[in-house]
């Protein structure tokens, strides 16, 4: 328990105590990296109830903060956690939580840095698209916790005069995250969280640009067509239609803005639109 542990100015004789030059930011500094080290010892000045130093019992609690640090990432990651195993994922987030300990008491904002440690991670090399899952996972998470809006009725698009085409801006759902991969990781996601038996999908199948959104209740994760993604990156960026178009142009010649229109209003995450042009910036 947190109140099962406190800090004497004066600790009993004979018991080490903090450097009376130390503040209070660094004895709490001394406390975390204890906290996440199992070879440190506890920090001086730390006694329990009956104003003893417990070594057993500052281990209790480091333990308690540890698990529920891989516990956060364990509901974050299930797909991962899936693809290799409990006892596996287990130590791999116990080595995540001891590198980077959280930097915010808000832990929704915890794991952001895992997909690029499981990228890193040797023992999970022999799963290259684990660590690009794993990004997929993250923005399920933080599509989630987006903030809210309305689509744009597919009526709205059909008002747009063909010559104000090329400078209409298009503003998207602000939960969108685009997760492009060289691994088919919408099939490996799906084929992993709906339960089935397969763990795995072909790695002989296509890499995958996947667009994550939630525009409404629920999370979905589809799979874009060939230029999609690019498209959407520009439009993210304010860029007008016109010039997004150049970018889906440029990854495939083959790249259908109509087809790709018609499914950003199927997946209702275009919010509004704009024709005003872009405000140039001078310099100072």
Sequence with gaps: MIDSIG?????????????????????????????????????????????RPSAKRFAVYRNNVVVGLIETLKAAYPVVRRLVGEEFFTAMARDYAMAEPPASPIMLDYGAGFPAFVGCFEPAATLPYLEDVARLERAWVEAYHAAEASSLPPSALAQVPADGLPRLRLVLHPSIRIVRS???IVGIWQVNIEGDDVTATSLEASEDDALVARPEAEVEIRRLPVGAAAFMKELQAGAPIVEAVKEGLSVSPQFDLAGVLRGMIEAKVIVGCDMTPARSVEAA
């Design 182 to 184: 060289a691994f088919p």
């Design 7 to 51: 800090v004497l100015a004066s600790p009993p004789e004979g018991h080490e105590e903090a450097p009376a030059t130390q503040g209070f930011a660094d004895r709490q500094a001394d406390f975390a990296r204890a906290i996440l080290d199992p070879y440190k010892p506890a920090p001086a000045g730390l006694v329990g109830p009956d104003g």
